[in-house]
């Protein structure tokens, strides 16, 4: 997300906000518990900060910036939903009305997101402003549905178009979305499917300010595995969707808060190998 926009919410939540309970998921469905993810507090303040605050006009330069005032903001989200809005479910297309549509959070209430890139250039995107599409994806691994919100950039301003719900397997990184719910709810399967060294670097516990690098191996893994979503997960394209390459970077990044994990896979033989883990 644009550094300079969440630097300025982040410091307005660190002043405003207090701890509560734990943050709720997804509007559809229960988030998963992520550690150090946000409460529901600093997730109300976010959201009303940014309510508050009129959306610069070049807030629609940048997807990111476009998408955080967008689920913040109850007035813009109506006016920025091309109604009659198309709706595509499993090939059977509807039109929405005004009047039936319900205010999209989308992560905002979860205090994380989750990208799946097939390179660390593809994170260029992101402050691409000549973008003119992109999609964020809901993936719902206890109904095997994605359900895909298309912006458009029309006349310089992103607008949502569609909405399109498909089955898992149909989508692009259903090979990969499969593995990764096996990879994340049973423990044996995720140290099998480690590669035989797994690169690895974090913060050091004894330095603040230091980095620390190694390797993994399948003994020491449970000691550093992040936990991870296993019911939901979110993915933004940005720009036209790119083919497979065999490699997958799984990115969960907090909201705000500085949380960040990243995870390199690779598929070899039609096996997929957690390789690299930063934190």
Same mark, same amino acid.
């Given at each position: +997300? ?6 300025? &919410? ?38 009303? $900060?940014?309510?508050?605050?009129? &959306?610069? #006009? ?16 109850? #007035?813009? #989200?109506? %006016? ?9 479910? !499993? ?9 039936? @549509?319900? +205010? %999209? ?52 301003? @992103? ?40 690169? *690895? ?19 020491? @893994? ?10 939901? =997960?979110? !993915? =933004?394209?940005?720009? %036209? ?8 970077? *799984?990115? $969960?990044?907090? =909201? ?15 096996? @997929? ?7």
């Amino acid at each position: +997300m644009n550094r300079l926009f969440w630097a300025v &919410m982040a410091s307005a939540v660190l002043m405003l906000s207090c701890k509560g309970n734990q943050a709720k998921g997804d509007d559809d469905a229960p988030a998963d518990t992520v550690t150090a993810a946000p409460d529901t507090s600093d997730a109300d303040t976010l959201e009303r $900060l940014i309510m508050e605050t009129p &959306m610069p #006009q070049a807030a629609d330069e940048l997807f990111d910036d476009f998408l955080f005032n967008f689920v913040a903001n109850k #007035q813009l #989200q109506t %006016e920025r939903v091309a109604f009659p809005l198309t709706v595509t479910r !499993n090939g059977d297309t509807t039109q929405m009305q005004r009047q039936d @549509w319900k +205010m %999209e959070r989308f992560f905002m209430r979860q205090g994380y997101y989750t990208l799946l890139l097939g390179a660390k250039s593809e994170m260029a995107a992101m402050n691409d402003t000549s973008l003119t599409a992109a999609t964020v994806e809901k993936i719902y691994f206890n109904t095997g549905a994605v359900i895909q919100y298309q912006f458009r950039r029309l006349r310089g301003a @992103w607008m949502l178009t569609q909405i399109d719900t498909q089955p898992l397997s149909s989508n692009p990184n259903a090979s990969f979305l499969t593995f990764y719910h096996r990879f994340v709810t049973d423990t044996l399967f995720q140290t099998q499917s480690l590669a035989q060294e797994v690169a *690895f670097s974090g913060p050091d516990p004894d330095d603040d300010f230091a980095q620390m690098e190694g390797i993994l191996t399948p003994d020491t @893994w449970l000691a550093f595995a992040p936990e991870l979503p296993d019911k939901m =997960i979110y !993915n =933004i394209v940005y720009g %036209e969707r790119r083919k497979p390459t065999g490699r997958i970077i *799984f990115v $969960l990044r907090g =909201i705000a808060n500085g949380l960040e994990v990243e995870m390199t896979f690779q598929r070899k033989d039609g096996e @997929w190998r957690l390789t690299r883990l930063n934190t």
